[in-house]
């Protein structure tokens, strides 16, 4: 099972940007789908991006399409999600998840299934 530490969340004006890192380690870990969740207060839980083992194909949610950017750091075994023009309603607690079987294929539903996740980190988004 894979080991997943997020970091790199805090507090961020509107407009801001923000770094989230998912840093992970485990037996194969390349062979690994990863993916971003997200979950506000009273909100059911988000899948935002994610991306495929060998970093090809990437997904995002329209709520992020366009300002998020998912991308693998080989070197230093992680996943980062680079959040640009952030809105308050960014406001959540993120996740990242990790699966061998998940498939991150922008012409299919976002995956839902992941085995490993993360503990979270805080992102808010407020002036």
């Known amino acids: 099972q894979l080991h997943l530490v997020e970091s790199g969340g805090g507090l961020v004006q509107p407009g801001g940007s923000l770094r989230l890192s998912c840093e992970f380690s485990g037996f194969s870990w390349y062979l690994y789908t990863i993916a971003w969740f997200r979950q506000a207060p009273g909100k059911e839980r988000e899948g935002i991006s994610c991306i495929s083992s060998s970093g090809a194909d990437t997904t995002y949610a329209d709520s992020v399409k366009g300002r998020f950017t998912i991308s693998r750091d080989r070197v230093k075994n992680a996943v980062v999600l680079q959040m640009n023009s952030l809105k308050p309603e960014d406001t959540a607690i993120y996740y990242c998840?990790?699966?061998?079987?998940?498939?991150?294929?922008?012409?299919?539903?976002?995956?839902?299934?992941?085995?490993?996740w993360g503990q979270g980190t805080q992102v808010i988004v407020s002036s």
């Open positions: 998840a990790g699966d061998p079987t998940s498939s991150c294929n922008p012409n299919s539903p976002f995956p839902r299934d992941f085995a490993s």
